[in-house]
């Protein structure tokens, strides 16, 4: 499924907004649900966002609902995250996935990216 290379984290203050995006190598990223999660300092692993492979059909974690958008362009390889009015309890690692299967808890059949620190002070 190739490799997965996120960019865009940074510092942010609480309201803003940040952008980040993730650019999958190799032929089939069309073919792959693709998603996002997070990680903060001492706390488990947290799905964040899944987009579907075609229709580009969308799932969300309670914690970002209605703040955080998920998109991809097959075209250019590149899944975003659109984090809009920001809390400081975002701050985290952010980490791109393939294959993201949301069947039961979202996981991931495939690759994670190297993951991009956002970090949003109050």
């Known amino acids: 499924q190739g490799q997965l290379v996120e960019s865009g984290g940074g510092s942010a203050q609480a309201g803003d907004s940040l952008t980040l995006s993730c650019i999958a190598s190799?032929?089939?990223?069309?073919?792959?649900?693709m998603g996002w999660f997070r990680q903060a300092p001492g706390k488990e692993r947290e799905f964040v966002a899944q987009?579907?492979?075609?229709?580009?059909?969308?799932y969300y974690g309670d914690s970002v609902k209605g703040r955080f958008t998920i998109s991809r362009d097959n075209a250019k390889n590149t899944v975003y995250l659109q984090m809009n009015s920001l809390k400081p309890e975002d701050t985290a690692v952010y980490y791109c996935?393939?294959?993201?299967?949301?069947?039961?808890?979202?996981?991931?059949?495939?690759?994670w990216g190297q993951g991009t620190q956002v970090t949003v002070s109050s």
């Open positions: 996935a393939s294959d993201v299967d949301c069947a039961s808890d979202c996981v991931t059949l495939g690759s």
């Open positions: 190799g032929r089939t990223f069309f073919s792959y649900a």
């Open positions: 987009i579907s492979a075609r229709s580009g059909s969308t």
